[in-house]
């Protein structure tokens, strides 16, 4: 149950756009065919984003999200994170889950208009003391999320979002939301609750069973909070429980996935880089970058090389047990397609995501790797935005026009299947594209903005931003660092010049390919990581492992992946 309730959500590098400006304003050099078929995808992306929000807000605000098909809506905020509704909320109307998400896209659309009648809005009306049994990972990363990244736009002088009215009313929301998620750390370990009603605090009776996600994912949202604030109790407790969590890892440096909060034991001890344990990886990796932590750095280093040396097999990533390292699943989960992203070198896993996509139209939720087939019962595909999330940051990684038709592709199946008159509908099942009644507010904070800048990517142009794992927006400030992570910037680092460019340039290879050199474990076993593969020879196509012959390099055999392509796969 815990497991697929858990909807945790995906996370990628954005280092290449932190440390280089790698948008170039002279568009002289560029080949003018792309310019125009960038400028028409961005206004497509741009039609589909009004599509979902101004169908939103004719027929479900001020509720939580729009249901496209009956043009309803969902009062899902209480829900989600849950299949089953253990506590129904008896007085709750919605909280504008979806205007809230909203708000940074409409930022990155350059909506000041609208922006600012939203900001409005919420000022007036929005309250969080409401009965309502929420889930504190998905309420952190949506509604905290998005108003302290609408607050730091609202207030970034330069956007003129909101003409001189604004009163930091978006950051007085985002305060009395931290306060009320504040009981839930309340526990013998320091690991938060998973559920917390936002008007009494944590229930009596209420489960004690969280995900690595549920626990670890909370430090950018508070942290920031804390920042803006001035009050250091968001940040402490959230790093609080991420280093407790981190203290519980094994000795292979894994983690497992569901945990007891009040005892500090494993639950389920096989994990992934998938449901459940996704955001973790990824809020290491970006706390460190935007606070300048070295600590929070040490911790994702040695969690990644576990993760390549367990996890990996070819292109694909499966589940292994925290103890053993040994494989336990072997599937595909649509989340999962946030890691090649993460690599920005990982064009191979990446084409093995979008090889999925094209097959069915959609990425399915879970796909069963050893037998080639979608999950029995897992079939959907939720409007989710990981693959277009890895598709922009391999865009801005390498210039790499391909990503481009990439995302056409995506659109356009977007278009074709999921648009309907009320919005757009998630699937339920990939196999036959049979609709659900759902628009998830994800599809607006997340899949809109993430197309939206592969085909248009200026409002990067001013400053370095890190994304949440809901998308939204945190600028990288100096004013915020403990220390400048000038470890990222290597001496000979070399930034992507201009479009026509397709040098792969990842400051992740330049940090973790030197521990190739490291001893792992007590198998003293050496861990070759992703930016190692030459994706050069591995374009070749191929029917067989046979046809792929061996690497000149090191002299290994290389195997032909499931779409056909030659690579020299890790295998252990
Ligand atoms: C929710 O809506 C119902 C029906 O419109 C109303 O009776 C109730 O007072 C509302 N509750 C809140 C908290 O606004
Ligand atoms: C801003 O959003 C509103 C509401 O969807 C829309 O009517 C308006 O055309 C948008 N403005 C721009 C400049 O896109
Ligand atoms: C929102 O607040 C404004 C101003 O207080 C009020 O006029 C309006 O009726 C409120 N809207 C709702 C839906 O409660
Ligand atoms: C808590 O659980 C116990 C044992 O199952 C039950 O007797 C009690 O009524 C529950 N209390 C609440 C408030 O649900
Ligand atoms: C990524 O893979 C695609 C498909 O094989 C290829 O066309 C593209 O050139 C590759 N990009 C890079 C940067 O290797
Ligand atoms: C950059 O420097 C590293 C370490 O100093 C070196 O291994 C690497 O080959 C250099 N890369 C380039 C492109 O010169």
């Not at 590098?13 to 995808?41: E, G, T």
């Amino acid at each position: 149950m815990m497991m697929g309730a858990w909807r945790c959500r995906a996370w990628l590098l954005l280092l290449l756009l932190i440390f280089c400006h790698l948008f170039d304003p002279s568009m002289s050099q560029l080949d003018s065919r792309w310019v125009a078929k960038k400028r028409q995808m961005r206004e497509k992306v741009r039609k589909m984003f009004y599509h979902a929000y101004e169908n939103y807000m004719a027929h479900a605000f001020p509720h939580d999200e729009l249901k496209p098909l009956t043009r309803s809506f969902t009062d899902s905020l209480s829900e989600l994170g849950n299949l089953k509704l253990e506590h129904l909320p008896t007085d709750y109307n919605g909280s504008a889950l979806t205007l809230i998400e909203s708000l940074s896209s409409l930022a990155v659309m350059g909506n000041r208009t609208e922006f600012e009648r939203a900001v409005i809005w919420l000022s007036e009306n929005l309250s969080f003391d409401v009965d309502a049994r929420v889930n504190l990972f998905e309420c952190n990363i949506r509604v905290l999320g998005g108003l302290v990244s609408a607050h730091i736009l609202a207030t970034d002088y330069t956007s003129k979002l909101v003409q001189g009215s604004y009163k930091n009313q978006l950051l007085v929301l985002a305060e009395d939301l931290g306060r009320r998620f504040l009981p839930a750390f309340d526990t013998p370990t320091g690991l938060p609750y998973a559920w917390i009603n936002l008007k009494y605090g944590v229930m009596e009776n209420e489960t004690t069973e969280t995900s690595t996600s549920g626990c670890g994912s909370l430090i950018l949202e508070m942290g920031v909070l804390s920042r803006l604030t001035g009050d250091p109790r968001y940040e402490s407790a959230a790093l609080r429980a991420l280093r407790k969590l981190w203290s519980m890892r094994s000795s292979l440096n894994l983690l497992g996935t569901t945990l007891d909060v009040t005892t500090g034991e494993w639950i389920e001890r096989s994990s992934g880089i998938g449901a459940g344990v996704d955001s973790f990886y990824e809020y290491l990796f970006k706390a460190h970058i935007l606070f300048g932590k070295e600590d929070l750095w040490r911790m994702f280093h040695s969690a990644y090389l576990a993760v390549q040396k367990y996890f990996r097999h070819g292109p694909w990533y499966h589940e292994a047990d925290m103890k053993t390292g040994k494989a336990t699943y072997w599937q595909l989960t649509s989340l999962q397609a946030f890691w090649p992203g993460l690599q920005a070198s990982a064009n191979s896993s990446h084409r093995e995501f979008v090889h999925v996509w094209k097959k069915f139209g959609v990425l399915p939720e879970r796909y069963l790797l050893d037998h080639q087939m979608v999950h029995p019962t897992e079939k959907y595909y939720p409007l989710r935005p990981e693959l277009a999330e890895s598709t922009f940051y391999l865009y801005q990684a390498t210039k790499d026009p391909w990503y481009i038709e990439v995302g056409e592709s995506i659109v356009n199946s977007l278009n074709l299947y999921t648009k309907v008159e009320g919005g757009f509908a998630s699937i339920r099942d990939v196999t036959n594209m049979e609709k659900e009644d759902h628009q998830h507010s994800f599809f607006l904070a997340e899949t809109c903005k993430y197309l939206y800048l592969l085909f248009d990517d200026s409002f990067l142009v001013d400053r370095n931003y890190i994304f949440t794992t809901e998308g939204h927006p945190l600028p990288v400030l100096s004013a915020w660092h403990e220390r400048l992570p000038e470890t990222f910037i290597p001496s000979n680092w070399t930034c992507v010049e201009n479009e026509k460019s397709t040098k792969p340039a990842s400051a992740m290879s330049q940090q973790v390919c030197p521990a190739l050199s490291l001893n792992l474990g007590d198998s003293g076993q050496k861990v070759e990581s992703a930016c190692h593969i030459p994706d050069a020879h591995s374009d070749h196509r191929c029917f067989t492992d046979e046809d792929c012959g061996v690497d000149s390099m090191s002299c290994r055999r290389r195997s032909c992946s499931m779409a056909g392509y030659c690579g020299l796969w890790l295998l252990i």
